[in-house]
């Protein structure tokens, strides 16, 4: 077994820090709040055809002015776009102005405008709300059957948290958030409780072939073995996100910039918040007592795994 560090020094402090962090961020939240892209919000959506467009950043620059602007190809055509911003319907001859004061009137074709009421982004709101917490739901239960409900509970804890620490992130540094953030949110649910398990299922491996006394030298021996992998796959994962964060513009670079934030809360959640509230839960633990047993009680034969 590799040297044991003492991880479980630092579980009481990182929970600290972590409460004051996420409070910050609900103080952000009551003064600031989120700073929503057009994904959900009320506004315009219009299909043109550019004539002399240099691309999708071209156009998006023309369109500056109107704020929370979104661009995106349309189909394989390579003049052709739809053009989302949050403008009022009466409002919507805005986005044709603007393009036919960039490029031309005459090469400003309108192919078809909609306009997108708040009951419908408010209704993606409350869809993309229901999908984060199914997925919770799901990853709760799966835990729950492969280890027992205070090791799935300390993983969701975690989960948790990392999602608190992403919107603490989003609502003090304003960034738009879209789909396309809500995606990065949930790429991190997925690639927080990938980490969390492989910690848990070391503590599981462990428990039947060490001696120890109390069960935060289990949790620090397991933590030291599996600190290698959780580091080397959050730094090979940051290289491609900082790679999309250099070399993109836009949505995407959103996305990588709360993609890293969430790769790194991810691996110090699993590391200290997941293991801190599992060590709570198993305060009273004995080493003759199994790890299936969330409070201690006595059995007979050899500690069931």
Known sequence: ?????????????CAILSCLVILSGVFSFVTRGINLGIDFKPGTVEEVVIK????IEDVRASLEGLGGVSVKKLGSAADSYQIRAGVEESEGGKITQALVNKYGEGNVDVLKTDFIGSSMSSSLARQSIFLLLGTMLLIWIYATVRFHWDFALG???ALLHD?????TFITWTQIEFSTTT??????IVGYSINATVVILDRVRYNLPLMEVKTFKELLDQSL???LARSIITTVTTLFAVIALYVFTTGSIKDFALAMTVGLLSGCYSSIFISSGFINFTRRDWKPEYGIHHAKPRKVQGPAAV
Not at 163 to 167: A, D, E, L, P, V
Not at 182 to 187: D, E, S, Y
Request: proline share 3%.
């Open 1 to 13: 077994m590799k040297k044991r560090l003492t991880f479980s020094n630092g579980f009481l402090p």
């Open 52 to 55: 002399g467009a240099a691309g």
């Open 224 to 226: 030291s073995d599996t």
């Open 163 to 167: 999602i608190c620490i992403m919107f």
């Open 182 to 187: 809500l995606a990065a949110v949930l790429t």
């Open 155 to 157: 993983a969701i804890v």
